[in-house]
C-alpha cells in the first residue's frame, strides 16, 4: 500500500486544517488506518485511528478537536483538525496495518505502510 498525504500548511492558533492521505495499491488488506505525528526532537505519537467497520478512536490530546474518517471506497484518509493549538505542530503522517486496531493500537511497529509527511504549523 502507497500512501500520500498532502493539507499541512501554516495556521494560527484557533484555527483549522484538513489532512488528506491518499491510499493505493493492496488496500483491501488494510484494516486499521491511523494518523500520527511528530514534532522536532520528540518521538512520533499516535493521534487516531479508524477501523475496518468505521469505529475510531482519539489520543486525549485532540479528543473533541480532531475528526478522523474515510471516503466510502476507503482509498482517502482525512483528519480534520479544529481548534489548532501551537503543541499540534508536527510532521503529521498516515499509516496503514494488516492487523485491526484493536491489535496495532498506536505502536508504531505494528503499522505496515507509512506515507511521506506533511508539515502543520500553528502560531499563537
Known amino acids: 500500500v502507497q500512501l500520500v498525504e498532502s493539507g499541512g500548511g501554516s495556521v494560527q492558533a484557533g484555527g483549522s486544517l484538513r489532512l488528506s492521505c491518499v491510499a493505493s495499491?493492496?488496500?483491501?488488506?488494510?484494516?486499521?488506518m491511523g494518523w500520527f505525528r511528530q514534532a522536532p526532537g520528540k518521538e512520533r505519537e499516535g493521534v487516531a485511528n479508524?477501523?475496518?467497520?468505521?469505529?475510531?478512536n482519539y489520543a486525549n490530546s485532540v479528543k473533541g478537536r480532531f475528526t478522523i474518517s474515510q471516503d466510502n471506497a476507503k482509498t482517502t484518509l482525512y483528519l480534520q483538525m479544529n481548534n489548532l493549538k501551537p503543541e499540534d505542530t508536527a510532521m503529521h503522517y498516515c499509516a496503514a496495518s494488516r492487523s485491526p486496531c484493536y491489535a496495532t493500537g498506536y505502536v508504531l511497529g505494528n503499522f505496515d505502510n507509512w506515507g511521506q509527511g506533511t508539515q502543520v504549523t500553528v502560531s499563537s
Open positions: 495499491g493492496d488496500t483491501y488488506s488494510t484494516y486499521c
Open positions: 479508524i477501523r475496518s467497520d468505521g469505529g475510531t
